[in-house]
């Protein structure tokens, strides 16, 4: 267990369906991000919150739809998703922004 | 845009050999912090540097930032096949509103 805790660890999910990642610290930490993950490409950052504020919305195409309740809770809403949405997602945190992540162990997605 | 280089993105060693990376920023940064990701796993946070010329070692891993904040280097005494994973470097521009970007990484493989 890192801290950062991910589920599901894996979905398969259809073209039309909506689905939710989720993700919780209990470290305390401020900061909370969402990344992609894809084969031979660098981490890829979609959505920062400090403080329950989005911070950082990295030009991510709307199907993707992030809400933090609360500093230790943050999800990413998901719908009519692509075949190159299928990827690891990573969830983040930090005590405070860049500052010392602490990964959770993601959320391998498959769009079928 | 800024980038982070990381070169080479794959590195075979040796059991017992050393290993070095670098990863090289086209602007001056204000840190730079290395990962570790394991296969199949999740990017581990191993170090954070701050200042120009800092050195920092963990047991047998040496991390180096450079004189002009712009290269560091991860040196790798007597690799073991425990240190089988991917290195990525995050490095963060100074400046607010800045945000951490990563490296592709380096795979580095160990024969036994």
């Known amino acids: 267990e890192t801290g950062v805790t991910q589920t599901p660890r894996h979905l398969v999910m259809g073209m039309t369906n909506k689905k939710s990642l989720k993700c919780e610290q209990h470290?305390?930490?401020?900061?909370m991000y969402w990344y992609k993950q894809s084969a031979k490409k660098p981490l890829e950052l979609m959505f920062v919150?400090?403080?329950?504020?989005?911070?950082e919305n990295n030009s991510v195409p709307s199907r993707f739809s992030p809400e933090c309740p609360n500093s230790s809770h943050l999800f990413l809403h998901l719908h009519t998703l692509q075949p190159e949405d299928s990827a690891l997602y990573l969830c983040?945190?930090?005590?405070?922004?860049?500052?010392?992540?602490?990964f959770g162990s993601g959320t391998r997605l498959t769009v079928v | 845009g800024q980038q982070v280089m990381q070169i080479p993105q794959y590195q075979h060693v040796q059991e017992g050999e050393d290993f070095t990376t670098y990863c090289n920023s086209s602007t001056t940064l204000s840190n730079i912090q290395w990962y570790k990701q394991r296969p199949g796993g999740h990017p581990v946070f191993l170090i954070q540097l701050v200042k120009s010329g800092e050195v920092k070692k963990q047991k047998r891993l040496t991390f180096q930032f450079g004189e002009a904040k712009k290269n560091s280097s991860l040196h790798i005494t007597a690799t073991q096949t425990t240190d089988v994973g991917t290195y990525f470097c995050g490095r963060e521009p100074a400046g607010a509103n800045s945000k951490l970007t990563f490296g592709k990484g380096i795979t580095l493989s160990v024969r036994p």
């Open positions: 983040a945190s930090s005590r405070t922004r860049n500052y010392g992540y602490t």
């Open positions: 470290l305390g930490h401020n900061a």
């Open positions: 919150y400090s403080l329950e504020e989005r911070v």
